[in-house]
């Protein structure tokens, strides 16, 4: 099993950034991908970032690309995800997932992948 809590939400003004935290523990060797989802009220969730644990790869959103980073800190076992320019319409809960499974650019977004998820932090845009 691996556990998932993240942290770092909160409210801020549009053009505004926050750093999400998402502290892993557990069997983490175990797996190859982890990413950053959102959800809105009456919306799907969506993958915003992934990234593959193993290398350098990372993959973004088209929405997101040039304002979000994906990134981790083996040595503390944390997913970060920068949020730069945020928007109002990014207003969601913001969920970390991690997945056993060996993903790549065609399929890191697909949330049914991943096995493990936090329960959320809240990111709220005002404009």
């Known amino acids: 099993q691996v556990q998932l809590v993240e942290s770092g939400g909160g409210s801020v003004q549009a053009g505004g950034s926050l750093r999400l935290s998402c502290a892993a523990s557990?069997?983490?060797?175990?797996?190859?991908?982890m990413g950053w989802f959102r959800q809105a009220p009456g919306k799907e969730r969506e993958g915003v970032a992934g990234?593959?644990?193993?290398?350098?790869?990372?993959y973004y959103a088209d929405s997101v690309k040039g304002r979000f980073t994906i990134s981790q800190d083996n040595a503390k076992n944390t997913l970060y995800l920068q949020m730069n320019s945020l928007k109002p319409e990014e207003t969601a809960m913001y969920y970390c997932?991690?997945?056993?499974?060996?993903?790549?650019?065609?399929?890191?977004?697909?949330?049914?992948?991943?096995?493990?998820w936090g329960q959320g932090t809240q990111v709220t845009v005002s404009s």
């Open positions: 557990g069997y983490t060797y175990s797996t190859n991908y």
């Open positions: 990234l593959y644990t193993g290398g350098s790869s990372t």
């Open positions: 997932a991690a997945s056993r499974a060996k993903l790549g650019g065609g399929s890191w977004y697909g949330s049914r992948w991943y096995n493990y």
